[in-house]
T-cell receptor
């Protein structure tokens, strides 16, 4: 079974631009969550989607948004990029919303975003 | 709200030596506990999990962890470390009322030859 796939692996953007990251979950997994990882803040929860609906949201500004498609694939978008948005963005999938806290998360290898 | 503390930011051990990584959690009810490992440039991989039952759980790659309710701890151990174990290790607690897992800040393990 294929794992969680994130594209692209690396991105370089300039301040003020916007960016879209993509995540394909493990087949059969309907929940997708996103995390931001930085050396200073560690792993920070961004949001979680299930059945095309955002079910949980972390403490991030509205510039960070996401969506999920009917095939469970998910995208996250960051608008008006700031230098502080440079990070590794990780996507994780799990079976369903009730499993987000009591089941292991399956992570992709992440997208490394650099904002210059 | 639940929280996780990993007191050691960085640990260095010699290859073949034993390892213990500390994890303390804060949560009012019975927690779901996880340890993940992250190699450079990779995502996180589950090492082991605790839901209930036997407080000593076995994981992959020879790791084990012990749940101690009285100490609110879930420390990760390995009897003999291999150079390939060098990575960052994350403890996480899953809380039903939050509907998600909360991660600690991680412990970076360096293995000396």
């Amino acid at each position: 079974k294929a794992g969680v796939t994130q594209t692209p692996r690396y991105l370089i953007k300039t301040r003020g631009q916007q960016v879209t990251l993509s995540c394909s979950p493990i087949s059969g997994h309907r929940s997708v969550s996103w995390y931001q990882q930085t050396p200073g803040q560690g792993l920070q929860f961004l949001f979680e989607y299930f059945s095309e609906t955002q079910r949980n949201k972390g403490n991030f500004p509205g510039r960070f948004s996401g969506r999920q498609f009917s095939n469970s694939r998910s995208e996250m978008n960051v608008s008006t990029l700031e230098l502080g948005d440079s990070a590794l963005y990780l996507c994780a999938s799990s079976l369903g919303p009730r499993q987000l806290y009591n089941s292991p998360l399956h992570f992709g290898n992440g997208t490394r975003l650099t904002v210059t | 709200a639940q929280s996780v503390t990993q007191p050691d930011i960085h640990i260095t051990v010699s290859e073949g030596a034993s390892l213990e990584l500390r994890c303390n959690y804060s949560y009012g009810a019975t927690p779901y506990l996880f340890w993940y490992v992250q190699s450079p440039g990779q995502g996180l991989q589950l090492l082991l999990k605790y839901f209930s039952g036997d407080t000593l759980v076995q994981g992959i790659k020879g790791f084990e962890a012990e749940f101690k309710r009285s100490q609110s701890s879930f420390n990760l151990r390995k009897p003999s470390v291999h150079w390939s174990d060098a990575a960052e290790y994350f403890c996480a607690v899953g809380a039903q009322d939050a509907g998600k897992s909360t991660f600690g800040d991680g412990t970076t393990l360096t293995v000396k030859p």
